[in-house]
């Protein structure tokens, strides 16, 4: 042990600082690429925040920003295409509510509207389906909306600033995802605590979660994913967790002590990103994100590309690529 600090400090002194256990990925820098000044100077992206990140068919990459120009799309070498977006998306702000003020299981969470909120806060999460339509979830305008490539609206699940728990009212929903059979599924998780889940067409079907901690119950349904058999997961953000169940919401295993995950993404070769720790479809943890990327917590959104280029998208106010060392 007294060797190996001896090592790890004349490394340090001498400028080299050792790749983080378990990090098999490095950051690529300066991407994406700068924007310019009317002067054609460049300039920094002002992104706010950035809940979410998604990546199409063509290996474009879909950036979710809370702010001006929400949707923003950049191929894969970083360059700015397009934006669109604006109006879309509630001026609510998710917030915490205190302890003292809960109703007896109720939510620790409400929303903020008006001049407490801010442009385009409500922007929560953005999917693309097998068929490349963009999805994206409006947690405090609880609504979520199926988009063309070009941005028109397909489809709305919910009832724009009308929150409930019916078959056709979320209350802050958090994330969307999609069976191989087009079935969807929705957390609807800030205000109530389960799983929705319709058909391609947005037809209901069945729902199941309450509030709690045990199996099958969630604190937070914060994202949710679908492997290529049709098993669903779910971060239970306040509780640690990512639960398992079966498509018809039976519940199968739960991923324990894994920390507040944030964003969830299963890859093409069936294993699932947890925030920044990439695990197989039984839990173990196969490789993590470095630190400068967020580590395992920092990703607020993430996606991935079929030969395993990853995006992070951080409430910092950054977007970053990685890919294997």
Not at 68 to 73: D, G, Q, S, V
Not at 238 to 267: C, H, K, P, Y
Request: glycine share 14%.
């Amino acid at each position: 042990m007294r060797s190996y600090r001896l090592v790890l400090l004349l490394m340090c002194c001498a400028g080299v600082v050792p790749s983080q256990p378990g990090s098999d990925y490095r950051l690529v820098e300066d991407w994406p690429a700068p924007a310019r000044t009317a002067a054609g100077t460049p300039s920094t992206w002002n992104l706010i925040q950035v809940p979410g990140v998604a990546v199409d068919s063509r290996r474009h990459v879909l950036v979710l920003h809370r702010g001006a120009h929400p949707i923003l799309e950049f191929d894969s070498a970083g360059k700015f295409l397009r934006s669109w977006g604006d109006g879309m998306f509630s001026e609510g702000k998710v917030m915490a509510v205190a302890p003292g003020d809960r109703g007896p299981g109720a939510s620790g969470y409400s929303a903020v509207y008006g001049p407490a909120g801010c442009t385009s806060c409500g922007a929560h999460s953005i999917r693309v389906d097998a068929e490349g339509n963009i999805w994206v979830v409006d947690a405090p305008g609880h609504v979520i909306y199926k988009m063309s490539r070009q941005g028109k609206i397909l489809l709305q699940l919910g009832r724009k600033g009308v929150p409930g728990m019916s078959h056709e009212n979320f209350n802050l929903p958090t994330d969307v995802a999609f069976a191989a059979n087009g079935d969807i599924y929705v957390s609807d998780g800030y205000g109530n605590a389960r799983v929705v889940k319709y058909t391609s067409s947005g037809k209901y079907l069945l729902e199941w979660g309450r509030r709690g901690s045990g199996p099958g119950e969630f604190q937070l349904p914060h994202n949710i994913a679908v492997d290529a058999k049709g098993k669903v997961y779910v971060t239970d953000r306040d509780n640690r967790r990512v639960e398992v169940f079966d498509a018809n919401g039976e519940f199968l295993t739960q991923w324990s002590d894994i920390g507040g995950v944030s964003a969830l993404r299963m890859t093409q070769d069936q294993r699932i990103w947890t925030g920044g720790v990439l695990r197989d479809l039984d839990g173990k943890a196969a490789a993590t994100l470095p630190e400068e990327a967020g580590g395992a917590g920092g990703a607020h959104g993430i996606a991935v590309t079929d030969s395993g280029e990853v995006y992070v998208g951080r409430l910092s106010g950054v977007v970053q690529k990685l890919v294997k060392k």
